[in-house]
């Protein structure tokens, strides 16, 4: 597979698009926030979105390379610097993804991504203001399946402060026990590892014998205490883990990337609006948080840049 690199003095290189890969593929939703770009360079934004929601679950670090090739093009466009920030959270760029994402939030408004920044957060050892962006008066206004992701980071977040019984009473709200399907699970895996810190080892294996066996899908559920490399500059994530399961299938954002809206001019699939279905299996908790500034972002946020068709 052929990687974005440099060549002489021009810059970074795209990643090479597929022909058969088109801008109409794109969410129509996400294809109108390109309206102010030119259309070549429109288009080939949407081809470069559309091959990071191609990529974002089997190769998350092409699928980020697809998303700053569209940020160096067209930075001033909030669905971009949401691609932006989503493949950097899948890549445990989380200093980088909470850059992005607060950048989302100043263009258009939007809260919907306080379960992701909430877990880069955590990401970044920084339980804290993990908690503290669920507290906002924004949260109490999410939907309710947001409110259940969000739920979940604030679990994580009170077991990496060592407190299990506040990481519960997270779990046990209301809006979070009626959650149903695929959540429903991860509720339940989340409050099991709370009922093991706990020390309420039987009442964890009971609620995990009642879940579906994963069987070989194991490796794609959150991995647990993770370690601190401070060699590396990375922040400790406590025994919950960084859940890059974080939003799930009830999607998050306009950008027309992940699981829905590629491909559908309706905005097709689990998501609300246009998008980016982050999925439950995503990027794995052990992958250590960029304790610094994050990967740099390659490339001025200017829009309407000609460089990379």
């Given at each position: 597979?052929?990687?974005?690199?440099?060549?002489?003095?021009?810059?970074?290189?795209?990643?090479?698009l597929?022909?058969?890969?088109?801008?109409?593929?794109?969410?129509?939703?996400?294809?109108?926030?390109?309206?102010t770009?030119?259309?070549?360079?429109?288009?080939?934004?949407?081809?470069?979105?559309?091959?990071?929601?191609?990529?974002?679950?089997?190769?998350?670090?092409?699928?980020?390379?697809?998303?700053?090739?569209?940020v160096?093009r067209?930075?001033?466009?909030?669905?971009?610097?949401?691609?932006?920030?989503?493949?950097?959270?899948?890549?445990?760029r989380?200093?980088?993804?909470l850059?992005e994402?607060?950048?989302?939030?100043?263009?258009n408004?939007?809260?919907?991504?306080?379960?992701?920044?909430?877990d880069?957060?955590r990401?970044?050892?920084?339980?804290?203001r993990?908690i503290?962006?669920?507290?906002?008066?924004?949260?109490?206004?999410?939907?309710?399946?947001?409110?259940?992701?969000?739920a979940?980071?604030?679990?994580?977040?009170?077991?990496?402060?060592?407190?299990?019984?506040?990481?519960?009473?997270?779990l046990?709200?209301?809006v979070?026990?009626?959650?149903?399907?695929?959540p429903?699970?991860?509720?339940?895996r989340a409050?099991?590892?709370?009922?093991?810190a706990?020390?309420?080892?039987d009442?964890?294996?009971?609620?995990?014998?009642?879940?579906?066996?994963?069987?070989?899908?194991?490796?794609?559920?959150v991995?647990?205490d993770?370690?601190?490399?401070?060699?590396?500059?990375?922040?400790a994530?406590?025994?919950a883990?960084?859940?890059?399961?974080?939003?799930?299938?009830?999607?998050?954002?306009?950008?027309?990337?992940?699981n829905?809206?590629?491909?559908s001019?309706?905005?097709a699939?689990?998501?609300a609006?246009?998008?980016?279905?982050?999925?439950?299996?995503?990027?794995?908790?052990d992958?250590?948080?960029d304790?610094?500034?994050g990967?740099?972002r390659?490339?001025?946020?200017?829009?309407?840049?000609?460089g990379?068709?």
């Amino acid at each position: 597979m052929i990687r974005a690199g440099t060549e002489g003095g021009r810059g970074p290189v795209p990643p090479p698009l597929p022909d058969d890969v088109v801008a109409a593929d794109l969410d129509r939703a996400a294809r109108g926030r390109l309206r102010t770009l030119s259309k070549d360079n429109a288009d080939g934004v949407a081809r470069h979105l559309v091959m990071a929601g191609r990529l974002l679950d089997t190769e998350p670090e092409l699928a980020y390379e697809h998303a700053q090739a569209a940020v160096r093009r067209a930075g001033r466009v909030d669905v971009v610097r949401e691609a932006a920030g989503i493949t950097a959270y899948r890549t445990g760029r989380y200093a980088e993804a909470l850059r992005e994402l607060r950048t989302v939030r100043r263009l258009n408004g939007s809260d919907e991504h306080l379960p992701l920044l909430a877990d880069c957060e955590r990401g970044l050892g920084r339980p804290e203001r993990a908690i503290a962006l669920s507290q906002e008066d924004a949260a109490r206004a999410l939907p309710d399946d947001l409110k259940v992701e969000l739920a979940i980071v604030v679990a994580g977040a009170r077991l990496d402060l060592g407190d299990p019984d506040a990481a519960l009473a997270a779990l046990g709200a209301p809006v979070v026990q009626a959650a149903v399907g695929e959540p429903a699970e991860r509720v339940a895996r989340a409050r099991a590892d709370a009922l093991r810190a706990a020390g309420r080892e039987d009442e964890a294996d009971a609620l995990l014998a009642t879940l579906p066996d994963l069987g070989d899908e194991d490796d794609e559920v959150v991995v647990y205490d993770l370690h601190e490399d401070a060699e590396a500059g990375s922040a400790a994530v406590g025994n919950a883990g960084v859940r890059n399961a974080g939003v799930g299938n009830a999607g998050v954002g306009n950008a027309g990337v992940g699981n829905a809206g590629v491909g559908s001019d309706e905005g097709a699939g689990d998501a609300a609006g246009a998008g980016v279905a982050v999925a439950a299996a995503g990027a794995h908790g052990d992958e250590r948080a960029d304790g610094g500034g994050g990967a740099e972002r390659v490339g001025a946020a200017g829009e309407d840049q000609e460089g990379d068709r």
